[in-house]
């Protein structure tokens, strides 16, 4: 199974930017859809963004659409988040998945999970 490590989080100022990435291990990554989720403290986690396993289609959640964008370079093996004009409701630990599908009523992940990195937007 692909193994996932998150880096880049941290603390920013409101209408600030961060990107994180995700590292992945095992030669199949580029077989995968890869996305990343947050989870905010007391919520459930949610859907964040998604991108197909070649990089030709990307998919958001409504509440960031327009100001997160998420990449991949499967030569790296790595998925990115740049997350643009950010909120502090944008705070919460982000996890990136692999094999993520969307299975009609919302996003599945069928593979494995990083650990999370922590997002703290100040205002």
């Known amino acids: 199974q692909v193994q996932l490590v998150e880096s880049g989080g941290g603390l920013v100022q409101a209408g600030g930017s961060l990107r994180l990435s995700c590292a992945a291990s095992g030669r199949t990554f580029s077989s995968y859809g890869m996305g990343w989720f947050r989870q905010a403290p007391g919520k459930e986690r949610e859907f964040v963004a998604a991108?197909?396993?070649?990089?030709?289609?990307?998919y958001y959640a409504d509440s960031v659409k327009g100001r997160f964008a998420i990449s991949r370079i499967n030569a790296k093996n790595t998925v990115y988040l740049q997350m643009n004009s950010l909120k502090p409701e944008d705070t919460a630990v982000y996890y990136c998945?692999?094999?993520?599908?969307?299975?009609?009523?919302?996003?599945?992940?069928?593979?494995?999970w990083g650990q999370g990195t922590q997002v703290t937007v100040s205002s």
């Open positions: 998945a692999a094999d993520v599908r969307s299975m009609g009523s919302g996003w599945s992940v069928l593979g494995s």
């Open positions: 991108i197909t396993w070649s990089g030709g289609s990307t």
